[in-house]
């Protein structure tokens, strides 16, 4: 089973600032990497898959990058709206599929 | 648009069964395989197990191997989730998440989701 492994825990970001969280797996998984934004209340939302490809109606303030064990999301000018709890997933050894255990974006 | 919405929240002794829906909407339903993932109170989320779309062949994490049962009903566009053997360490949300090997290759969307509570 693939580990992931994500950091920080959490990261603290004044609004207009740029967070930048990472996510590593225990071995390669290509680029086959998605991450996803929860918030409170809500289910996953699909930001970015393929390493690097924003889903449909993602903004562009979010970028994703990386390839093997090291992957990173980006997320530039963050709005209000961005403080959220972010997850990575490997989706190239399954299954099972498996998840970060999250880095919770904040004020 | 693609939507999945599960039924409500349930409530079950240790040693019950329950039983999640997950009713699709927006797309071709016999088309796309259904996932089911946890998310237990300050854990990560868990994989739990899949059914494809057209022979609905299932998998199953080993850690529900026994307990898990996955289906579907193409006529009402509806997956189901069945977990036996209750404890409380199964108390979570549960959610649906269909398999986009269209474009994505992942999860997209997620239903709503659905908290279990095992409790005595």
């Known amino acids: 089973e693939i580990v992931m492994t994500q950091s920080p825990a959490t990261l603290s970001v004044s609004p207009g600032g740029r967070a930048i969280l990472s996510c590593r797996a225990s071995q390669s998984v290509s680029t086959n990497l998605a991450w996803y934004q929860a918030k409170p209340g809500q289910p996953p939302r699909l930001l970015i898959y393929g390493a690097s490809t924003r889903a449909t109606d993602i903004p562009a303030r979010f970028s994703g990058s990386g390839s093997g064990t090291e992957f990173t999301l980006t997320i530039s000018s963050l709005q209000s709206e961005d403080f959220a709890v972010y997850y990575c997933q490997q989706y190239n050894f399954w299954p099972p599929w498996t998840f970060g255990q999250g880095t919770k974006v904040d004020i | 648009q693609v939507q999945l919405v599960q039924s409500g929240a349930e409530m079950r002794k240790p040693g019950a069964s329950v039983k999640v829906s997950c009713k699709a909407s927006g797309y071709i339903f016999s088309n796309f395989a259904m996932h089911w993932v946890r998310q237990a109170p300050g854990q990560r989320l868990e994989w739990m197990g899949f059914?494809?779309?057209?022979?609905?062949?299932?998998k199953y994490s080993q850690k529900f191997q026994d307990r898990l049962t996955i289906s579907r009903d193409a006529s009402a566009t509806t997956a189901y989730m069945e977990l036996s053997s209750l404890s409380a360490e199964d108390t979570a949300v549960y959610y649906c998440a269909r398999h986009d090997d269209v474009l994505t290759g992942t999860f997209d969307p997620w239903g709503q989701g659905t908290l279990v509570t095992v409790s005595s």
């Open positions: 059914i494809s779309a057209e022979n609905h062949h299932t």
